[in-house]
């Protein structure tokens, strides 16, 4: 199986400061169409699972612009440019190139 | 907008059985891939089974092989996972997402509790 490794797994930071989190795959998730189906999630407490990034880089409709990803191969990266008050909860890298799918531990993300 | 409507959780005792509904509405629920994921208290994102749209291919995790059972009802819009043999270290929330690679969008889930 892919073991997808995130860090750091807690994440404080001050409000309009940057974050960065990085996840690490144990196998290139470059599909054979081409494709890298890396993608991260966010939890705030309480919510369900929602969608920020999909193939590595790509923001969601309604994701803020200071969402951002990056990445190849086996190595990826989100960042978010200035953290605010709703970014507070826990991140999740994901690939889906392999089967099973697997997900990163998690990075929870709070305000110092 | 998209929706996935979970249901049919609850609790169960252990070697028990369950079936987990998710109604999908808000899009064509025939061409799209689905899949389940859970969520054991305070812990993070399992990856459970994933469904083709035509329901002729399904993946399962090595802990649920043998066990759950993935399928779906097209006509009904409809996902379903029947679980058997549960175990303690099945209590979870269990959501249905669309898609398999990208799953972009997820229910609110369904608690399943295993315990005597």
């Known amino acids: 199986d892919v073991v997808m490794t995130q860090s750091p797994l807690s994440l404080p930071v001050t409000l309009g400061q940057p974050a960065s989190i990085s996840c690490r795959s144990s196998?290139?998730?470059?599909?054979?169409?081409?494709?890298?189906?890396l993608n991260w999630f966010q939890q705030r407490p309480g919510q369900s699972p929602r969608r920020l990034i999909y193939?590595?880089?790509n923001r969601d409709s309604g994701v803020p612009d200071r969402f951002s990803g990056s990445g190849s191969g086996t190595d990826f990266t989100l960042k978010i440019s200035r953290v605010e008050a709703e970014d507070v909860g826990v991140y999740y890298c994901?690939?889906?190139?392999?089967?099973?799918?697997?997900f990163g531990q998690g990075t929870k993300v709070e305000i110092k | 907008e998209v929706q996935l409507l979970e249901s049919g959780g609850g609790l169960v005792q252990p070697g028990g059985s369950l079936r987990l509904s998710c109604a999908a509405s808000?899009?064509?629920?025939?061409?799209?891939?689905m899949t389940w994921v859970r969520q054991a208290p305070g812990k993070g994102l399992d990856w459970v089974s994933s469904?083709?749209?035509?329901?002729?291919?399904?993946y399962y995790a090595d802990s649920v092989k043998g066990r759950f059972t993935i399928s779906r009802d097209n006509s009904k819009n409809t996902l379903y996972l029947q679980m058997s043999s549960l175990r303690a270290d099945d209590t979870a929330v269990y959501f249905c997402?669309?898609?398999?690679?990208?799953?972009?969008?997820w229910g609110q889930g369904s608690l399943v509790t295993v315990s005597s």
């Open positions: 997402a669309r898609n398999w690679g990208d799953l972009d969008y």
């Open positions: 808000e899009f064509t629920f025939s061409i799209y891939a």
């Open positions: 469904i083709s749209p035509s329901g002729d291919s399904t």
């Open positions: 196998q290139n998730l470059v599909h054979s169409d081409g494709s890298t189906y």
């Open positions: 193939k590595v880089s």
């Open positions: 994901m690939q889906g190139t392999h089967w099973p799918r697997t």
